[in-house]
């Protein structure tokens, strides 16, 4: 991300000035799948967004969670068909670093999911995150379905609340809608944490927990 002079002549050098060609979007399994490969014990899928910041740090936190089978990161909640990272750069595009997890509901639940997001960024910040500035890093949830929208909903208070309770008086700034086009980002931005251990993966959340378990749907 462009986090100083250093960073951008990294990043405009390893980037082309479109993605057109790109090749067809692909989750990357996640390391619990790598580890112990297996059809969902659910015999089905679901797909969950999640945009809070950076999304290299981002996808770790959910790239390593037993039940979630792939992860990937792209641009979603914007208006521009096939956006480029330089397009999102520019504030113009409406999207949103995003997360695309795809997960076994049966081995973890989407409010478990929600439980990682919240405690994992500061929901407060509006269009930033930490030293990341710009609506591409807000914090956003791209629902699947009624269920997943009042689950997010209920969260969103929940946290609210717990934030207060804890002496936070900001509000929080979490945008929660219906999922739409998800524009997979450029090869080296998929698990960059992973492969880059060292690299700008600093990400951390408000200090205050989630309320409650989040363990079952």
């Given at each position: 991300?462009?986090?100083?002079?250093?960073?951008?002549?990294?990043?405009?050098?390893?980037?082309?000035?479109?993605?057109?060609?790109?090749?067809?979007?692909?989750?990357?399994?996640?390391?619990?799948?790598?580890?112990?490969?297996?059809?969902?014990?659910?015999?089905?899928?679901?797909?969950?967004?999640?945009?809070?910041?950076?999304?290299?740090?981002?996808?770790?936190?959910?790239?390593?969670?037993?039940g979630v089978?792939?992860?990937?990161?792209?641009?979603?909640?914007?208006?521009?068909?096939?956006?480029?990272?330089?397009?999102?750069?520019?504030?113009?595009?409406?999207?949103?670093?995003?997360?695309?997890?795809?997960?076994?509901?049966?081995?973890?639940?989407?409010?478990?999911?929600?439980?990682?997001?919240?405690?994992?960024?500061?929901?407060?910040?509006?269009?930033?995150?930490?030293?990341?500035?710009?609506?591409?890093?807000?914090?956003?949830?791209?629902?699947?379905?009624?269920?997943q929208a009042?689950?997010?909903?209920?969260?969103?208070?929940?946290?609210?609340?717990?934030?207060?309770?804890?002496?936070?008086?900001?509000?929080?700034?979490?945008?929660?809608?219906?999922?739409?086009?998800?524009?997979?980002?450029?090869?080296?931005?998929?698990?960059?944490?992973?492969?880059?251990?060292?690299?700008?993966?600093?990400?951390?959340?408000?200090?205050?927990?989630?309320?409650?378990?989040?363990?079952?749907?």
């Amino acid at each position: 991300m462009m986090r100083n002079a250093t960073w951008l002549v990294v990043l405009v050098a390893g980037c082309g000035s479109r993605r057109d060609a790109r090749p067809a979007p692909a989750l990357q399994p996640s390391a619990a799948a790598q580890a112990a490969p297996a059809a969902p014990a659910s015999g089905r899928t679901e797909t969950a967004e999640f945009a809070m910041g950076c999304f290299w740090g981002a996808e770790e936190h959910f790239f390593h969670l037993p039940g979630v089978l792939a992860t990937r990161v792209g641009y979603a909640g914007g208006t521009m068909v096939n956006p480029s990272y330089q397009d999102v750069g520019t504030d113009r595009t409406g999207h949103a670093e995003t997360v695309e997890v795809r997960f076994d509901p049966a081995r973890i639940s989407y409010h478990a999911l929600l439980k990682v997001f919240w405690e994992s960024h500061d929901p407060t910040q509006g269009d930033r995150q930490g030293n990341d500035v710009g609506n591409q890093y807000r914090s956003a949830i791209f629902t699947h379905g009624d269920a997943q929208a009042r689950a997010a909903a209920a969260s969103r208070a929940a946290y609210q609340a717990a934030l207060h309770a804890a002496g936070h008086d900001a509000a929080i700034t979490t945008e929660i809608k219906t999922a739409g086009p998800f524009y997979q980002a450029e090869a080296y931005h998929q698990q960059y944490c992973i492969k880059n251990p060292h690299g700008y993966c600093g990400h951390g959340g408000i200090g205050v927990a989630y309320p409650g378990g989040a363990t079952t749907n």
